[in-house]
């Protein structure tokens, strides 16, 4: 929970950023799915907030969590100060039938754009399955090996250690390592975060029941995995 000097100052800060935006009360709550009341005591330092719910009040109102206690004097250009360091090892990994995820930075929330490393699992087109497609747009370098990239919209392309690519996230999509030794990138996303990892997560269960379960002697085709946009 917030401290009293705390809460003063996301009180504070909430309700500059909402005459900022010319939001009424009645707005922020349509926003973000806490009541008129709730959000007065917020305003006026009488409430805390916990950390989850200080998450659902920055997405609501698409600002960092950090800005939800920015000094209001400092103003809407006011610097953040946010940053965050990735040691060898520090990160989150999420195994998938494709892909193995490493998030970076994952101590800062409401991150304008999603760092990670992906290593690449699949060795063919037929092996990786129908095109992913989520929102925003993404840069793609390759850190090692080789990449095959499929899109919907263009023809195979080969990527080498050193080589790089940005594109539409919405348009269908995967990469494919190329040749027997590892294939590593470096992805750099602006998806939301909600979005990404529900592609990731879909993923994740995807290969778990394909472990559990026989394969049978044809294969349906997949459903495209698309992250719903909110």
């Known amino acids: 929970m917030t401290h009293s000097a705390d809460r003063s100052r996301l009180g504070a800060a909430l309700r500059a950023l ?11 709550s349509k926003r973000t799915g806490f009541s008129i009341p709730t959000l007065s005591k917020v305003e006026n330092g009488r409430l805390s907030l916990s950390y989850d719910k200080l998450i659902r009040l920055s997405e609501g109102l698409d600002v960092g969590v950090a800005q939800l206690f920015a000094s209001p004097a400092a103003g809407p250009g006011a610097v953040s100060g946010r940053r965050s ?32 490393i992906v290593e690449l699992r699949s060795r063919s087109f037929d092996q990786f399955g129908e095109l992913v497609q989520h929102s925003g747009e993404e840069f793609v370098y390759v850190l090692e090996g080789e990449v095959e990239i499929h899109t919907s919209l263009y023809a195979p392309l080969v990527l080498k250690t050193g080589e790089s690519v940005y594109l539409d996230s919405t348009m269908g999509h995967a990469y494919i390592a190329r040749g027997k030794g590892p294939c590593k990138l470096l992805a750099v996303c602006s998806a939301s975060e909600r979005d990404l ?16 379960t026989p394969k049978p002697a044809q294969h349906a085709a997949r459903p495209k995995r698309v992250a719903r946009r909110r």
């Open 18 to 28: 909402r005459t900022q935006k010319g939001w009424t009360l009645a707005e922020v």
């Open 85 to 116: 360091i990735n040691r060898l090892g520090e990160w989150e990994s999420v195994p998938t039938g494709n892909y193995d995820y490493r998030y970076l930075s994952t101590d800062i929330a409401r991150k304008k754009f999603i760092p990670i």
């Open 197 to 212: 990892r529900a592609v990731v997560e879909e993923d994740s269960a995807a290969a778990q029941a394909a472990v559990a």
